[in-house]
């Protein structure tokens, strides 16, 4: 380039306007455009195809390390009142020549050794050109802090994860090399050009790509996080998780002192079965046995829950509580799950249901979570019995227990998950000399005469083999799939 490329010697020229514009309006320093931003962009503005274009914004890692304007985010020019830059404290009005010396200078682009003419020691970047890729050598981060500061969150000048880095697809974002002239190589550091663009760039999701060139994704874009930016959570503050998530209902639970990072990875784990849900770190039968080992156990004996945690427990709601009982059904262990509720009929008949919503404030009663899957609410599997019709208290008896009294809910190593052989369970509270009848079938399972869980038409819970049975003030007679009518007496 020459002088005149930029600046007239007069005003005009026989009476004709020397401006590139044919703007007769005289330009300060004779500049051959109103103003720098316009003169700079006569030429810069994609009309010369072996100049930098700084106008027309392309894909944010594949356009050059300066980016272009106009773009939705970029540094803004010829403001009206000088502007303190993010991170900075020198109010600036910013031109294309705050930051390039149009006359030259022994830094890469022009750009000049003190942008901010606050008396700061001049900084002095390198850079050379090979194979079309341009490579940084010092201090780039360095003279952005001239007007910006010192970074606050994200290092800079720090060797990038080079097996990430080496695996990405081209082009690459801008790094420093300062050892050796090549890129990808693992001397590379991450500077400020890595993730900002000097002039400006298209906003949006290619925030989240860029950052991917370094930092590992997981299965983030298959998440619920996918339509969020890296940015929205790592910024320049601490971020909480509760920023989005408002419902805190864990600071109040028996999981208060854990953090969200303990279960979950906001990013998303995928394993062989596919991704896991809600962002958890592992499946939740493993994930929750890391701090309850005792259920880790259960799960693995021979007899197991099909369920998953969730499905009786929310992790941000429960709290600790004692077992339910007789006189306290509830149990807060199960609080923040759906339930059933059981709108009874006559003995005998199957009952209405009434669906209660996991935020429902009110008692969570343990049975009503087990009718769930343990009442004809759900549709029933072939043998399956519909526990619901048979706890109903108009039935001539049932037990009125909470199920975790006789039952395991997470595994056991007896049948139907109870927490003893029948014998051993039943005569914890029952007597088995009450009944003279019992000796006689010392070799009989509880459950081959009694329905533990109610008898729609007999009392004791008698059911099931019994055929027949008619009780009397001394006694009665019964007639079983085992043997014919027999009277008995107490």
């Known amino acids: 380039m020459v002088c005149s490329d930029c600046h007239t010697q007069h005003n005009s020229a026989d009476g004709q306007p020397m401006r590139t514009d044919n703007d007769p309006t005289p330009a300060p320093m004779l500049l051959r455009r109103g103003t720098t931003l316009e003169l700079c962009l006569s030429c810069h503005d994609g009309s010369h195809p072996d100049v930098p274009d700084v106008i027309a914004p392309t894909a944010y890692a594949s356009e050059s390390a300066a980016g272009a304007f106009p773009g939705t985010t970029a540094h803004h020019l010829n403001t009206s009142i000088a502007q303190v830059p993010p991170g900075g404290t020198v109010p600036i009005v910013l031109t294309c020549t705050t930051c390039h010396d149009p006359h030259g200078n022994d830094n890469y682009r022009n750009l000049r050794p003190d ?4 008396g700061l020691t001049p900084v002095s970047i390198l850079a050379i050109q090979t194979n079309g890729n341009i490579i940084y050598k010092s201090n780039v981060s360095k003279w952005c802090g001239q007007c910006h500061g010192a970074p606050t969150h994200h290092p800079v000048d720090k060797a990038v994860d080079f097996t990430i880095w080496a695996a990405v697809t081209l082009p690459r974002v801008a790094v420093l090399s300062p050892s050796d002239n090549i890129v990808p190589s693992a001397d590379d550091q991450v500077i400020c050009i890595s993730c900002h663009k000097a002039h400006g760039s298209v906003d949006g999701p290619t925030q989240s790509s860029t950052c991917e060139q370094c930092h590992a994704a997981g299965a983030y874009k298959e998440t619920a996080h996918a339509a969020k930016s890296c940015v ?12 989005c998530h408002t419902d805190d209902s864990i600071s109040r639970s028996a999981h208060a002192r854990s953090q969200c990072h303990d279960c979950h990875d906001p990013h998303g784990v995928r394993d062989r079965d596919g991704v896991i849900p809600s962002m958890l770190v592992e499946r939740p039968a493993h994930l929750c046995g890391n701090c309850h080992d005792g259920i880790r156990n259960a799960l693995s004996e021979s007899y197991s829950h099909a369920a998953t945690c969730g499905d009786c427990h929310s992790a941000h709601k429960v709290i600790k509580d004692p077992a339910p ?3 306290d059904p509830s149990d807060y262990r199960l609080a923040g799950v759906s339930r059933v509720q059981v709108v009874n009929g006559g003995a005998g008949v199957i009952p209405a249901y009434r669906l209660v919503a996991a935020d429902d404030p009110g008692d969570p009663i343990e049975r009503e979570v087990c009718f769930k899957c343990h009442s004809s609410y759900a549709k029933q599997r072939l043998g399956r019995t519909d526990l619901a019709r048979l706890m109903n208290p108009a039935n001539a008896s049932t037990h009125q227990l909470a199920c975790s009294k006789c039952h395991d809910p997470h595994g056991s190593a007896y049948r139907h998950l109870l927490k003893k052989s029948p014998e051993d369970l039943c005569v ?9 009848g019992h000796a006689q079938h010392a070799r009989v399972e509880c459950t081959d005469c009694h329905d533990p869980h109610g008898s729609v038409r007999n009392d004791a819970l008698i059911a099931n083999r019994i055929t ?3 009780k009397t003030p001394l006694g009665g007679t019964c007639t079983s799939s085992c043997h014919g009518m027999r009277t008995y007496s107490r």
């Open 232 to 243: 929205q959570c790592h910024d320049q503050q601490e971020t909480s998780c509760l920023t």
């Open 428 to 436: 914890e509270c029952h007597s088995p000399t009450r009944f003279s």
């Open 468 to 470: 027949s049975f008619i």
């Open 325 to 327: 009982s007789f006189a």
């Open 115 to 118: 942008p901010t003419k606050s």
